[in-house]
T-cell receptor
Framework: AQTVTQSQPEMSVQEAETVTLSCTYDTSENNYYLFWYKQPPSRQMILVIRQEAYKQQNATENRFSVNFQKAAKSFSLKISDSQLGDTAMYFCAFMKDFGNEKLTFGTGTRLTIIP | DVKVTQSSRYLVKRTGEKVFLECVQDMDHENMFWYRQDPGLGLRLIYFSYDVKMKEKGDIPEGYSVSREKKERFSLILESASTNQTSMYLC???????????????FGPGTRLTVT
């Protein structure tokens, strides 16, 4: 069974700074997908960024980027130029492959952006 | 935009009651999921359905059952609610095939259930 570990329950950072959220996972699979989801206070969970394990290039979406280290089974999220709207719970998630689209989630990191 | 809706945002039930949580998605997604979210535990999968009338147990199915009679609707049933089922319940849906959508799950707003 896969496991996903987020070792930082809470983080805070000043507005406009850069912050990195950590995620490690354990799997024996070679092909899989990794995700970061964001859950703002009292709002719906949304996808932030996605990484396919077979792609060596790290995914980026505007101010959000990942550092994917397949051998180390590490998948960290970097948020550049942080904004107040980035305040949220962030969940790292693992999916084995298509045909089995269940997600395994980490325990989450509560990120607060300080004005 | 994909919309996933859940029947209630807040629900208060008594121990022993039968509870129905409803979820509806409007994007013709094959997969639907029920999770419960608890502080410090993240999201844990209760049940998963990949087609009408098809279901698979997740990590914590005990005390729950599900029903999927139509593609757009996925119901979670607590046969006899207990206080340890007090939690936030999230429904999600996704496409079954790979491609641009790439396994992304779309979530509903959640139902905060309190069992007293």
């Amino acid at each position: 069974a896969q496991t996903v570990t987020q070792s930082q329950p809470e983080m805070s950072v000043q507005e406009a700074e850069t912050v990195t959220l950590s995620c490690t996972y354990d799997t024996s699979e070679n092909n899989y997908y990794l995700f970061w989801y964001k859950q703002p206070p009292s709002r719906q969970m949304i996808l932030v960024i996605r990484q396919e394990a077979y792609k060596q290039q790290n995914a980026t979406e505007n101010r959000f980027s990942v550092n994917f280290q397949k051998a180390a089974k590490s998948f960290s999220l970097k948020i550049s130029d942080s904004q107040l709207g980035d305040t949220a719970m962030y969940f790292c998630a693992f999916m084995k492959d298509f045909g089995n689209e269940k997600l395994t989630f980490g325990t989450g990191t509560r990120l607060t952006i300080i004005p | 935009d994909v919309k996933v809706t859940q029947s209630s945002r807040y629900l208060v039930k008594r121990t022993g009651e039968k509870v129905f949580l409803e979820c509806v998605q409007d994007m013709d997604h094959e997969n639907m999921f029920w999770y419960r979210q608890d502080p410090g535990l993240g999201l844990r999968l209760i049940y998963f359905s990949y087609d009408v009338k098809m279901k698979e147990k997740g990590d914590i199915p005990e005390g729950y059952s599900v029903s999927r009679e139509k593609k757009e609707r996925f119901s979670l049933i607590l046969e006899s609610a207990s206080t340890n089922q007090t939690s936030m319940y999230l429904c999600a849906s996704s496409l079954r095939s790979p491609g641009l959508a790439g396994g992304e799950q779309y979530f509903g707003p959640g139902t905060r259930l309190t069992v007293t």
